[in-house]
């Protein structure tokens, strides 16, 4: 079939590829050890399932304002006024089909084709896939280790151009798990200002820090980036809602009309029971709770892992402090992350996300959203594959 140019311009989602893979392999019946996908292993909070479930009964079974349920557009109001010390109105914000949706809702409403859109790298692997699809052109900003992979303020300025028209700041970040802290975010929003370009901050992970690590979300840095700067978000990652498909984007109101006239002429309202489900995510006081006792479970988990990698020899990296990531520098082994990869999933039956995906080919990615027997077992598998290969 003939199919429309911007189709072959798009990579299909390589994350999304190993996923399947390593699920049909289980599926056979091997024992696989995942670390592949992005998504916490626990069930959504029960106070949560029941406010869906109550809304369901109530018959919030039909078609809402296309922008959001107003109830849920107000508790966002509040939770970035409480928690950003962020002053929005309900006109600022749009509720999307999962934070995925927000950030392209935003290039389809911003993008314009000769537009560039800066991206560090290693990067949450849609960032650029979005950028192209709205007809944009994706400049990707190598980091490295020395800077925690972070993009520093002279990268930036130096990236930008005339045509840059965006900034896409991700911390916590996929898939590298640092956090920006709030020093390093001032110094970005300088030259955000300075330069006079956009920032969007997708802050999805913005709950899962370790350590002491603090976020601080651009927009609350001046009131000059304020105005430059727009959130994506959603409920997925701190409430453990991934298939519930709620996110949202904040931003200037001209900005969310556009995005929200776009969205009704696509996928309209996010499904309306869903939406009662996040209030009571942002609402009801037992959420606190319940993020806490997962994100807990991640600091195990991440402590685990780490110390079960620093004793392979071979394999390096940095401590994440976000999110629940753990980037591995495979460097040393003379392959790339694809092979690393395909003979790891085929000799020890472990899947995790070579690096290439995010332009990152001497590093894999593995979630360590899993539980503590897979954390031990995979990654005594990962010692037996790398000793084979040294
Ligand atoms: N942003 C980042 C950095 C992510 O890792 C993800 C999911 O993996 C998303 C956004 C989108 O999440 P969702 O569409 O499930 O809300």
């Known amino acids: 079939m003939k199919l429309a140019a911007r189709v072959s311009q798009v990579t299909p989602s390589l994350t999304l590829a190993i996923d399947a893979k390593a699920k049909a392999m289980k599926r056979e019946g091997i024992d696989i050890c995942s670390f592949s996908a992005g998504e916490p292993d626990f069930d959504t909070p029960e106070h949560i399932k029941q406010a869906a479930t109550d809304a369901l009964k109530q018959g919030k079974t039909r078609y809402g304002p296309a922008a959001g349920e107003p109830l849920l557009r107000e508790a966002i109001v509040r939770k970035l006024q409480r928690e950003n010390q962020l002053t929005y109105k309900p006109e600022n914000i749009i509720v999307t089909n999962g934070g995925k949706h927000s950030l392209y809702n935003l290039m389809m409403a911003m993008i314009d084709p000769g537009d560039e859109v800066i991206i560090p790298a290693p990067y949450w692997v849609s960032y650029p896939e979005m950028v192209k699809l709205a007809g944009g052109t994706p400049i990707v ?78 927009a609350a840095v001046s009131p000059e980036v304020f105005d430059r700067a727009i959130i994506s978000h959603g409920f997925a990652k701190a409430y453990s809602m991934t298939g519930w498909r709620v996110g949202y984007l904040v931003g200037n109101v001209d900005l969310i009309k556009a995005a929200s006239k776009i969205q009704g002429h696509s996928t309209s309202n996010v499904c309306t029971f869903a939406q009662y489900g996040a209030i009571a995510a942002y609402e009801d006081p037992r959420s606190n709770e319940s993020v806490e006792l997962m994100r807990q479970a991640f600091a195990e988990r991440r402590q685990a892992i780490v110390d079960l990698v620093a004793a392979i020899p071979g394999l390096s990296y940095i401590k994440p402090d976000g999110a629940f990531y753990l980037m591995i520098d495979i460097s040393k082994f003379g392959m790339s992350s694809l092979e690393f990869c395909d003979g790891l999933l085929t000799e020890q039956k472990v899947a995790v996300i070579p690096g290439i995906a995010f332009d990152a080919d001497d590093h894999i990615r593995l979630s360590y959203a899993t539980d503590m027997a897979t954390i031990e077992k995979g990654i005594d598998r990962l010692a037996t594959f790398v000793k084979s290969k040294l």
Request: proline letters at 5%; zero cysteines.
């Open 141 to 218: 900003v190598k980091t490295t280790a020395e800077t925690q992979f972070k993009i520093t303020p002279d990268q930036l300025r130096e990236a930008i151009t005339d045509k840059t028209k965006l900034f896409i700041l991700n911390s916590p970040s996929n898939p590298t798990g640092m956090v920006y802290t709030p020093d390093e975010i001032r110094a970005i929003a300088q030259v955000i200002v300075e330069k006079d370009i956009y920032v969007v901050s997708d802050e999805i992970y913005e709950r899962l820090l370790y350590d002491g690590a603090e976020h601080l979300s651009i």
